[in-house]
T-cell receptor
Framework: KAGVTQTPRYLIKTRGQQVTLSCSPI?????VSWYQQTPGQGLQFLFE???????NKGNFPGRFSGRQFSNSRSEMNVSTLELGDSALYLC???????????FGEGSWLTVV | KQEVTQIPAALSVPEGENLVLNCSFT??????LQWFRQDPGKGLTSLLL?????REQTSGRLNASLDKSSGRSTLYIAASQPGDSATYLC???????????FGKGITLSVRP
């Protein structure tokens, strides 16, 4: 069956702009989580959604937001982009919180 | 606050060697621990998930063990191959509804 799908895979944005990243989980998975990966900080948790409800939120500013739809697809949005937001953004899904999680290939965001 | 450490950051071994990758965590009250593999520029691939009640899990040439009391997990790779070259990350969940806390990973290079 299809894995976790993230779009777009690569994008370049200018400081001050906003960006929306999309994630389609594995069919049947209702839990979706987002992570930011940078060389310096490693993998940092952004947020987790289960059945359209945000269950957990990481230590990121309010410019980072997300949502989950009734079909379990999820989006995350970053407003007023800063150079430091350049990173690989990874989405992961699982049947429910606590189960094995499966990652997508990620969205590479470069802010110039 | 849970902290996950993986040392060393990089490891180079000749093909055929059996090797052990270490992961330590500060809070032993974990829900589960998961090992992942990441190839350059790619997302994470789940390797093994160990629930808190388990001592080890095996998949092919991989064996992961968990010792909660000492705050340690090891990933054993038997008969290493060049195709095993990647970054290996461990991640800990402290509760079913809590986030995953990742280590910085160990970059493994298996020389032909």
């Amino acid at each position: 069956k299809a894995g976790v799908t993230q779009t777009p895979r690569y994008l370049i944005k200018t400081r001050g702009q906003q960006v929306t990243l999309s994630c389609s989980p594995i069919s049947g998975h209702r839990s979706v989580s987002w992570y930011q990966q940078t060389p310096g900080q490693g993998l940092q948790f952004l947020f987790e959604y289960f059945s359209e409800t945000q269950r957990n939120k990481g230590n990121f500013p309010g410019r980072f937001s997300g949502r989950q739809f009734s079909n379990s697809r999820s989006e995350m949005n970053v407003s007023t982009l800063e150079l430091g937001d350049s990173a690989l953004y990874l989405c992961a899904s699982s049947l429910s919180p606590g189960n094995t999680i499966y990652f997508g290939e990620g969205s590479w965001l470069t802010v110039v | 606050k849970q902290e996950v450490t993986q040392i060393p950051a990089a490891l180079s071994v000749p093909e055929g060697e059996n090797l052990v990758l270490n992961c330590s965590f500060t809070d032993s009250a974990i829900y589960n621990l998961q090992w992942f593999r990441q190839d350059p520029g790619k997302g994470l691939t789940s390797l093994l998930l160990i629930q808190s009640s388990q001592r080890e899990q095996t998949s092919g040439r991989l064996n992961a063990s968990l010792d909660k009391s000492s705050g340690r997990s090891t990933l054993y790779i038997a008969a290493s191959q060049p195709g095993d070259s990647a970054t290996y990350l461990c991640a800990v969940k402290n509760g079913a509804n809590s986030k995953l806390t990742f280590g910085k990973g160990i970059t493994l290079s298996v020389r032909p």
